[in-house]
């Protein structure tokens, strides 16, 4: 897995509650046998007009959002189903860390799978980024994973919440089952116990 | 102490606490699908490892699979072509069985799973899949997992895992006639929203909960996740246990007794806390049908679309803006003026064959509504088999209903079954979300009966009032 340290990167404001799995990489995408190939296809209803033209009107299609690394959205980002489809396609857009009040379980847990970082932040402090990368070109914040915080060049200064095992694979890059596997023993123990062969 | 049922299923699976770790949970059934597993096989390919208990792990192809008659040939589209077709190499290669297209087992993962017996009390249970959340209606521990969380199943049998908080959702009093367990599972999102039970396993609770049959239970912890809780579960008792007897994969004989008397043990025990608990008044609820684009925006048959501007929460009102806008609604409409499509009848929350029999029974001597275009998707081949053996397959198709094969079907349109933009279709599916059942298609979520009347009539209206003819 790719490592997450510290990102220094522009900001795409996505000002929606609710964005579920659907709109992030609708279902006639999910047929690959890669993990690659999603990003082109990411929010893609959004995205495209009917002629497959990108659409305008959709804030992520701006040429000030295109480079960005970080997306900032509404409150239950990723809900919906458990396609890691979803992170892989944000992946491939660009975007490395995600900013919201709150994630639905499954996406969050899948993010983390891929190296990428869901920030939690108070809704105050999501309404700040959201607010200056909306009105701002070029706004840029860093995502220190090993401190916990994200900052801004004008002195803002959040601190999020991460289980401690989460931080350090993300940190290091270490996949769950390598480590896993670690503990064969336990798990050989607790196939021949009477509630694993029950 | 006393412990809630989650929290006894929990400790049987801890294999290993490592310090600083989240806990290591075995897991005793894993359900494989097309869609989600190519690329963890993939990644045991690569590092050369091997799937630790092919046993335990049961797959079956669904959500691409057609509806219509061509599907035990070739998949005219080729990239899900391809995808079906991995999902044959792999399980060839990693020994693991599969229920094909053509195996009379085959259907909806999260159908086949309790109708073949594999589904038992007390088990933890995984799926690429979000809807895993149905099995909890036996009294196991089943949720949805990522692509990279099924190859850690297939490569160790276990999943990294902190414990979750425990919501109890405790519906009180009887369920009045006409409403279903659909009603009640959509009052309870819309009550909490689709981030209400974030974080937690929910435990359904209640007489109207105990009254219910098990496909009532499979709806209701079927739609968990779209409460925001991966997790759903339902305590088991003797309509489970008389579910269950006899299914293929079930314990029997003698070891189908002690089975019994050790899943009798799950119920939480009296005086166990949640963390978080919702009551939810059976007296109060009614018919329900979502207007909007994610299923905590429902209402009840006898009401109107909400006015955006009357919503406090600005994000709130701003996501019903749009909704209304996607879905072509006005404010204010009653929702019996809704004329519809589309009809579907089928997926994993709704296509068993209770659910076949109670929409059978509404749209009985009747025929569908002019436009309307109607359709059955058994979840099941099995389900299908035995809907035939009853006739249901005729009293659909003489009300001039599509009666078709199994699989996911319209639910998420993988396969050819989709909605053209602009067609507007009363569902039995789960998620009502933008272009869920095709670009531009709206969707509304209601019960089997529910849709049933709606096909024959044209447009939403109140089955409590309907005329069920012999």
Same mark, same amino acid.
């Given at each position: 897995?790719?490592?997450? !340290?510290?990102?220094?990167?522009?900001?795409?404001?996505?000002?929606?509650?609710?964005?579920?799995?659907?709109?992030?990489?609708?279902?006639?995408?999910?047929?690959?046998?890669?993990?690659?190939?999603?990003?082109?296809?990411?929010?893609?209803?959004?995205?495209?007009?009917?002629?497959?033209?990108?659409?305008?009107?959709?804030?992520?299609?701006?040429?000030?959002?295109?480079?960005?690394?970080?997306?900032? $959205?509404?409150? %239950?980002?990723? $809900?919906?189903? $458990?396609?890691?489809?979803?992170?892989?396609?944000?992946?491939?857009?660009?975007?490395?860390?995600?900013?919201?009040?709150?994630?639905?379980?499954?996406?969050? %847990?899948?993010?983390?799978?891929?190296?990428?970082?869901?920030?939690?932040?108070?809704?105050?402090?999501?309404? !700040?980024?959201?607010?200056?990368?909306?009105?701002? !070109?070029?706004?840029?914040?860093?995502?220190?994973?090993? %401190?916990?915080?994200?900052?801004?060049?004008?002195?803002?200064?959040?601190?999020?919440?991460?289980?401690?095992?989460?931080?350090?694979?993300?940190?290091?890059?270490?996949?769950?089952?390598?480590?896993?596997?670690?503990?064969?023993?336990?798990?050989?123990?607790?196939?021949? $116990?009477?509630?694993?062969?029950? | 102490?006393?412990?809630?049922?989650? +929290?006894?299923?929990?400790?049987?699976?801890?294999?290993?606490?490592?310090?600083?770790?989240?806990?290591?949970?075995?897991?005793?059934?894993?359900?494989?699908?097309?869609?989600? @597993?190519?690329?963890?096989?993939?990644?045991?390919?690569?590092?050369?490892?091997?799937?630790?208990?092919?046993?335990?792990?049961?797959?079956?192809?669904?959500?691409?699979?057609?509806?219509?008659?061509?599907?035990? +040939?070739?998949?005219?589209?080729?990239?899900?072509?391809?995808?079906?077709?991995?999902?044959?190499?792999?399980?060839?290669?990693?020994?693991?069985?599969?229920?094909?297209?053509?195996?009379?087992?085959? #259907?909806?993962?999260?159908?086949?799973?309790?109708?073949? #017996?594999?589904?038992?009390?007390?088990?933890?249970?995984?799926?690429?899949?979000?809807?895993?959340?149905?099995?909890?209606?036996?009294? @196991?521990? /089943?949720? #949805?997992?990522?692509?990279?969380?099924?190859?850690?199943?297939?490569?160790?049998?276990?999943?990294?895992?902190?414990?979750?908080?425990?919501?109890?959702?405790?519906?009180?009093? +009887?369920?009045?006639?006409?409403?279903?367990?659909?009603?009640?599972?959509?009052?309870?999102?819309?009550?909490?929203?689709?981030?209400?039970?974030?974080?937690?396993?929910?435990?359904?609770?209640?007489?109207?909960?105990?009254?219910? @049959?098990?496909?009532?239970?499979?709806?209701?912890?079927?739609?968990?996740?779209?409460?925001?809780?991966?997790?759903?579960?339902?305590?088991?008792?003797?309509?489970?246990?008389?579910?269950?007897?006899?299914?293929?994969?079930?314990?029997?004989?003698?070891?189908?007794?002690?089975?019994?008397?050790?899943?009798?043990?799950?119920?939480?025990?009296?005086? /166990?806390?949640?963390?978080?608990?919702?009551?939810?008044?059976?007296?109060?609820?009614?018919?329900?049908?979502?207007?909007?684009?994610?299923?905590?925006?429902?209402?009840?048959?006898?009401?109107?679309?909400?006015?955006?501007?009357?919503?406090?929460?600005?994000?709130?009102?701003?996501?019903?803006?749009?909704?209304?806008?996607?879905?072509?609604?006005?404010?204010?409409?009653?929702?019996?003026?809704?004329?519809?499509?589309?009809?579907?009848?089928?997926?994993?929350?709704?296509?068993?064959?209770?659910?076949?029999?109670? /929409?059978?029974?509404?749209?009985?001597?009747?025929?569908?509504?002019?436009?309307?275009?109607?359709?059955?998707?058994?979840?099941?081949?099995?389900?299908?088999?035995?809907?035939?053996?009853?006739?249901?397959?005729?009293?659909?198709?003489?009300?001039?209903?599509?009666?078709?094969?199994?699989?996911?079907?319209?639910?998420?349109?993988?396969?050819?079954?989709?909605?053209?933009?602009?067609?507007?279709?009363?569902?039995?599916?789960?998620?009502?979300? +933008?272009?869920?059942?095709?670009?531009?298609?709206?969707?509304?979520?209601?019960?089997?009966?529910?849709?049933?009347?709606?096909?024959?009539?044209?447009?939403?209206?109140?089955?409590?009032?309907?005329?069920?003819?012999?």
């Amino acid at each position: 897995m790719e490592k997450f !340290t510290q990102l220094t990167g522009l900001v795409a404001p996505l000002d929606r509650v609710n964005v579920d799995t659907d709109q992030i990489i609708p279902k006639q995408f999910l047929k690959r046998i890669e993990r690659t190939g999603f990003g082109e296809f990411a929010f893609f209803d959004w995205r495209y007009l009917e002629d497959g033209v990108e659409n305008p009107d959709f804030i992520l299609n701006q040429p000030k959002y295109r480079s960005a690394s970080i997306l900032v $959205s509404g409150r %239950n980002f990723g $809900s919906g189903s $458990s396609r890691e489809h979803a992170p892989w396609a944000l992946n491939e857009m660009g975007f490395r860390a995600i900013i919201a009040p709150s994630f639905a379980d499954i996406f969050r %847990n899948n993010c983390m799978q891929n190296g990428m970082l869901p920030v939690v932040l108070t809704q105050e402090e999501v309404d !700040t980024v959201m607010g200056k990368a909306l009105q701002r !070109t070029g706004y840029e914040v860093t995502v220190d994973l090993e %401190n916990q915080t994200v900052t801004d060049g004008d002195g803002f200064e959040a601190s999020f919440d991460l289980d401690p095992f989460r931080k350090n694979s993300l940190l290091k890059g270490l996949d769950d089952i390598g480590l896993t596997l670690e503990l064969e023993g336990s798990i050989a123990d607790f196939e021949a $116990s009477a509630t694993g062969r029950a | 102490m006393p412990k809630t049922m989650f +929290e006894k299923i929990w400790e049987r699976h801890v294999v290993a606490e490592p310090e600083g770790q989240p806990t290591l949970v075995y897991i005793d059934l894993h359900l494989v699908h097309e869609v989600t @597993s190519p690329q963890a096989f993939e990644g045991l390919r690569l590092a050369g490892r091997k799937v630790r208990r092919p046993e335990l792990t049961i797959s079956t192809v669904d959500h691409n699979v057609p509806t219509d008659e061509t599907r035990t +040939e070739e998949i005219k589209d080729p990239i899900a072509r391809q995808q079906v077709e991995t999902l044959r190499n792999n399980c060839k290669e990693f020994d693991i069985t599969l229920y094909d297209v053509d195996s009379r087992a085959q #259907g909806i993962v999260h159908v086949i799973g309790p109708e073949q #017996g594999y589904t038992q009390p007390g088990m933890t249970i995984v799926c690429g899949d979000s809807h895993t959340s149905t099995h909890g209606a036996f009294g @196991s521990l /089943a949720f #949805g997992i990522g692509t990279s969380e099924v190859e850690h199943v297939l490569a160790t049998q276990t999943l990294r895992q902190r414990k979750p908080k425990t919501m109890e959702v405790r519906f009180n009093g +009887e369920l009045p006639p006409g409403v279903t367990a659909k009603d009640m599972i959509l009052a309870t999102i819309g009550r909490i929203g689709t981030a209400g039970g974030t974080g937690h396993v929910m435990e359904y609770t209640g007489e109207a909960i105990r009254n219910l @049959s098990m496909e009532g239970r499979m709806t209701i912890c079927n739609m968990s996740i779209e409460g925001g809780a991966r997790a759903g579960m339902i305590a088991p008792d003797e309509t489970t246990f008389e579910w269950m007897k006899g299914r293929k994969y079930v314990p029997q004989g003698a070891d189908w007794d002690a089975a019994v008397e050790d899943w009798k043990t799950l119920a939480t025990d009296e005086g /166990a806390e949640f963390d978080t608990l919702v009551e939810i008044e059976c007296s109060e609820l009614e018919p329900y049908v979502s207007w909007g684009t994610n299923p905590g925006q429902v209402t009840t048959i006898s009401g109107r679309v909400p006015n955006p501007a009357d919503f406090s929460d600005a994000a709130d009102q701003a996501s019903a803006d749009s909704a209304l806008e996607y879905m072509g609604l006005e404010a204010n409409t009653p929702i019996e003026d809704i004329s519809l499509d589309r009809v579907f009848i089928g997926s994993c929350t709704n296509a068993r064959l209770e659910d076949l029999r109670r /929409a059978a029974a509404v749209v009985k001597g009747h025929h569908v509504a002019g436009a309307v275009r109607a359709q059955v998707m058994p979840g099941s081949t099995l389900t299908k088999i035995q809907a035939e053996a009853e006739g249901l397959d005729d009293v659909f198709k003489e009300a001039g209903f599509e009666w078709r094969e199994s699989g996911c079907s319209m639910c998420l349109g993988m396969n050819p079954d989709i909605l053209t933009p602009g067609e507007r279709c009363a569902s039995t599916s789960n998620r009502n979300f +933008e272009g869920r059942q095709g670009k531009g298609g709206r969707t509304h979520l209601v019960s089997p009966e529910m849709a049933a009347a709606a096909a024959v009539a044209g447009h939403f209206t109140d089955v409590r009032d309907w005329d069920f003819k012999r």
